[in-house]
């Protein structure tokens, strides 16, 4: 293959790239390879304000601003210092190029730099005569996830109620309740892997607790940013919380990490406790009580907890290190008891019953004995269960590990592996050594064969008859839960990954009591993790990409189900309060709202069922009882026009569609602002002001073909808006002929389309833009301040107004019926006036409360107008034709082909036929106006059917029409045209 030519031009200085000496090796001449450099001083002419553009030719053998992937391009952090690598902009590389050769320069060699497509680790400046910050602790997958996973799973359950559980449950049922635990820990384990593969986990933030991640409102801070921490200090931002929440969102992860932290607390307390019974025996064992057997738990348990919580506060390396020691500590006790188990027993150990391996013993431990209150399957896994958990040990402390997502899948299944084998073999091993009746006696050996001599100790020589049958045996796995410890000699371990949090429950000293409830929120934990990953695979978010290959949605659910039958089947209501526990905080996440954006699976959800509900949408055949009025609003910035945005909210929130439309006028070529960031200042002044509705802006020429643009493209599918609304143009008689011909040319595209037509006009006007941008900031992209208006006011015991005048589908009924259901105008009684005939007022009542009452309103002020056709007084008469004056062609007397020209030149213009002709009409509006000043001065709010201007009429005409019906009017009018199509029915079906 033929190499293309590369141009002769001075060699490129380029930002993270590769050029081709990267690819081939070293340049001509024996230079060293071009490498990416920290900033580029090669640009074109400069179209934006991108400081990083620059002209490379070495890459693809032309002059390009692109640039090739990059790490830094995706990185959302940086060292104080650096800059931010960023590709170019769109408008950088669309632009007309112009390029300056001056801006051109040599590349520089910088081996020590990446070639961009790896992680870089920026180095920020340190100042002089100031030691750089000592580098935070980090852990590898051994250290800090699986023996700390390890450290948690084994506890006092392993030393203090195994042998006792394997005595009740049999060594068989014993290994169901191990398995059935560590299928819900395993698939729980699964999930919590791919929640820690599913993107990169940033460490920095000082954190005392490395179970929950602290971190503020605007994330975590990143190391790199030289925060100056004490060493040995946590600066971990990770954590369950954190990796959950990042993932899955706030509510769950709010939810999931509360419950789990209340967890962990009461695990602390059945360790301490665990250790403190151990403790308390030995000193029972030496008669050294300190006060008596119970409190002496509770003393013994106070100081272990305050020295624990002294090693965490000593900080995470203190804490690493004291975990290595216990670690080695188990394994040692665990070596001890494995050899204590072949050594012979001694004549001591036999009285207790001890016999080391016998198959007569395993065979009769193989099977359950259920003893007591607590001797029931269910009752020994919920004691059992606390022992399979502490498989998120590693995840909380996910910020202070080298590779989180390498770390926490490969420690935790390795921690579960490991320790379900030696739960497994512990429990198998004892059941073949130790009888589940002993005396403790050394008086009760007897001969082989005594008569008199039950049970399965009789064959070794022992006799433990009478305490068994007394029920009162001391020792044994039945009876003595130190069982274990008596041959080994190292007690439970009693570390804890939040072991600085106090228990509450610590002063019942009564491990039995602990352990069932620290099932029970576990396995809600537990059950809430595998349901949220369930969740965010079924929602098919592209945000969730987790890496970790045996991860599986179903089973995943498998988990979550089979942790919820489990807790039901445990303890009910402790199931039923654990779960209304998470409901609340879910609630409360949910009203609270924080003020957080991480890319969550609910987001994505929320994205999932808004688009299925609307695509069901369609296959849902409209009918009138489910007509639902979507308003298209035009409010320019809808911060400009309070008025109209809170009137049209009164109405549609919770009901219907509210959509804002902006047309922003400017030339196609000519460059405009991100709309992305003015669209989202507009809708955060919407969320402010609790309007629920959408914003969408569109660019155009003028104000007409943007606003056809809106009304052909807006909505999506069925949810499409079916009114027009739009404040009522009051300089019409001042503004340009053109903008005159361009509003009445939008209601009749709107009409064209088969909108519906609302004009709110005001006493004051509806446009405050001028006011507020004589004190809003112009670096905002939406004024902040929330002006008041009329329509989030109390209205007390007004009226509402409704002239009904003509049959446009019961439009005009309807959006003052809907504002009066809301608390504001609650109070106001609705008034509906008709026109009728003076002789024929009773008939036409009865007709029109008949209708009204069928469509259940509940309107029954029903007014007829006899005197609207009457003839409206002379200076009213005058008044309009002053106001049309000034747009009257004055063509009576003039020659024809004059007439036409004039008509085709001003077409807004009005000529003496058209007066003549639209007589009667326009003196039907002035006496409307009067109508409407003797009858609804005192109304909160008016609401009357306009007339519709036939296309052809000069616009001018119509504008006088609309003025002069609504001027003068005190309270806010609403002039509403519907597009003759039914919007109410009083039909059942």
Known sequence: MAELPIAELPPARCSGRFTISTLLGTEEGGRGPYVPTESSSCDSAQPTQLSGSTLCTRTFGYNTMDVVPAYEHYANSKGV????????????????????????????????????????????????????????????????????????????????????????????????????????????????????TNGKVKSGTVCVCPGMGHEGKGGPKNTLGRQQTPRGASTASGGTYFLISRSLGPELGGSIGLIFAFANAVAVAMHTVGFAETVRDLLQEHNSLIVDPTNDIRIIGVVTVTVLLGISLAGMEWEAKAQILFFLVILVSFINYLVGTVIPATTEKQAKGFFSYRADIFAQNFVPNWRGPEGSFFSLFSIFFPS????????????????????????????????????????????????RDASGSLNDSVVLGSPGCEGLACTFGWNFTGCTQR????????NYYQVLPSWCPTPARCLSP???????????????AIAPIISNFFLCSYALINFSCFHASITNSPGWRPSFRYYSKWAALFGAAISVVIMFLLTWWAALI??????????????????????SSMQASSYNMALNYSVGL?????????????????????????ALVDFVGTFTKNLSLMLCGNVVIAPR?????????????????????????FYTDVVAENLRSGVQMLIQAAGLGKMRPNILVLGYKRNWRTASPQSLEDYVGILHDAFDFKYGVCLLRMKEGLNVSRV???????????????????????????????????????????????MGRKKRWGKCKIRVFVGGQINRMDEERKVIVSLLSKFRLGFHDVHILPDINQKPRPEHIKRFDDLIAPFRLNDGFKDEAIVNEMRQGCPWKISDEEVDKNRVKSLRQVRLNEILLDYSQDAALIAITPPVGRKGCPSSLYMAWLETLSQDLRPPVILIRGNQENVLTFYCQ
């Open 618 to 642: 369609s296959e849902v055949d409209e009918h009138i009882k489910n007509y639902r009025q979507g308003c298209l609003v035009l409010t320019g910035p809808p911060n400009f026009r309070p």
């Open 772 to 818: 507020l941008q004589a004190h809003m900031d112009p670096t905002t992209l939406a004024c902040e301040q929330q002006a008041s208006t009329i329509f989030q006011s109390e209205q007390g015991k007004k009226t509402i107004d409704i002239y009904w005048l003509f049959d446009d589908g019961g439009l005009t009924l309807l959006i003052p019926y809907l």
């Open 388 to 435: 399979a958990t502490g498989i998120l040990a590693g995840a909380n402390i996910s910020g202070d590990l080298k590779d989180p997502a390498v770390a926490i899948p490969k420690g935790t299944l390795m921690a579960i592996f490991w320790t379900t084998l030696s739960y497994l073999v512990l429990s198998a091993t004892i059941g073949a050594c130790v009888v």
């Open 498 to 512: 939040c072991h600085e949090h106090l228990a509450l429950v610590l002063p019942t000293a009564e491990l039995n």
């Open 471 to 478: 029920q009162s045996c001391r020792y044994g796995l039945s």
């Open 81 to 196: 210092g650096d800059t931010r690598k960023a590709r170019p902009s769109l408008a950088d590389l669309h632009s007309i190029l112009k390029p300056d050769p001056g801006h051109l320069c040599a590349p520089v060699s910088d081996p020590q730099r990446s070639n961009g497509l790896t992680e870089a680790s920026p180095e920020a400046s340190v100042e002089p005569g100031t030691a750089p910050a000592p580098e935070p602790v980090r852990f590898g997958w051994v250290k800090g996830v699986m023996i700390r996973c390890m450290l948690n799973i084994w506890g006092v359950i392993l030393y203090l109620r195994l042998p006792w559980i394997t005595a009740q449950a049999g060594i068989a049922l014993t290994w169901l309740i191990i398995l059935m635990s560590v299928t819900v820990t395993t698939i729980t384990g699964l999930s919590i892997s791919a929640i820690s």
């Open 578 to 599: 654990a779960f209304g526990i998470v409901i609340f905080l879910l609630g409360y996440v949910l009203y609270k709202k924080p003020d957080v954006n991480w890319g």
């Open 669 to 693: 070529k000519q460059k405009m602002p991100d709309s992305r960031l003015t669209a989202d200042g507009h809708t955060r002044w919407l969320m402010k002001r609790k309007i629920k509705a």
